[in-house]
């Protein structure tokens, strides 16, 4: 498999917000998000057999003065880790290595392939992204009460939009967790943030059923950081 990076921090986007955890973030993404935060994922990376992602997992779960307390908690992440084949048997390895494991991916992509146990957070692309209109409804019929939906919402647009597909599609009802998630603004300019009271407000008007999403890693670390 080819890696950009495994690294251990605080689990900043879902419902597991705040936990440690060991991120495994794999190289590749067919999809170009206009606020895409980690386009350096895209190409290059590190490959690793199975064997040397776990082993390196292991390490960085035992490693610190944690006394004898391990990280359990494992994030797949890219890019878009569905793109690599050996994912759904990355996943399954690391579930009988006793951890909870969860993916992010974009929606695109089958996730029927998972292991049923495997905590799927499941973005689903609003139209400022440019990527609207690429996700798969048939992933819809494979979400368990434990997964959970993200939408980031970079315009009023992206909100209505999102409002509406979590209504026609009944997502309360089939997952533990929707978020919305207000777009962070780029270090170097690129974009400008979503307001996040702004959100709050939209959504506590009509008392959406709905978490709101920050990114926590990026208000404890420099948001450019890579590796956090």
Not at 6 to 35: D, H, M
Not at 157 to 184: K, N, W
Request: aromatic share 8%.
């Amino acid at each position: 498999m080819f890696i950009t990076e495994i690294f251990k921090s605080i689990q900043g986007e879902s419902s597991y917000a705040g936990l440690p955890c060991i991120f495994v973030r794999l190289t590749g993404c067919n999809l170009r998000c206009k606020w895409c935060d980690t386009a350096y994922a895209f190409h290059g990376g590190t490959k690793y057999s199975l064997d040397e992602i776990l082993r390196r997992v292991g390490e960085i779960s035992a490693d610190g003065d944690n006394g004898g307390r391990n990280v359990r908690l494992i994030e797949i992440t890219g890019g878009e880790p569905l793109l690599q084949a050996e994912t759904p048997e990355l996943a399954r390895r690391l579930l009988n290595a006793g951890h909870t494991v969860l993916i992010e991916t974009s929606g695109e992509r089958d996730i029927s392939k998972l292991p049923r146990e495997v905590v799927k957070i499941v973005d689903v692309k609003c139209p400022d992204s440019g990527e609207s209109g690429k996700f798969s409804l048939a992933n819809l019929e494979v979400l368990e009460p434990k997964d959970e939906v993200k939408f980031v919402i970079a315009s009023r647009r992206d909100y209505d939009f999102a409002r509406t597909f979590m209504a026609e599609h009944r997502l309360p009802e089939r997952v533990h967790e929707i978020l919305f998630s207000p777009v962070f603004a780029d270090p170097a300019g690129a974009w400008p943030a979503m307001d996040a009271r702004e959100l709050a407000e939209w959504i506590l008007a009509e008392n959406l059923p709905v978490r709101l999403g920050l990114q926590l890693h990026k208000f404890v670390w420099d948001p450019a950081m890579h590796g956090v």
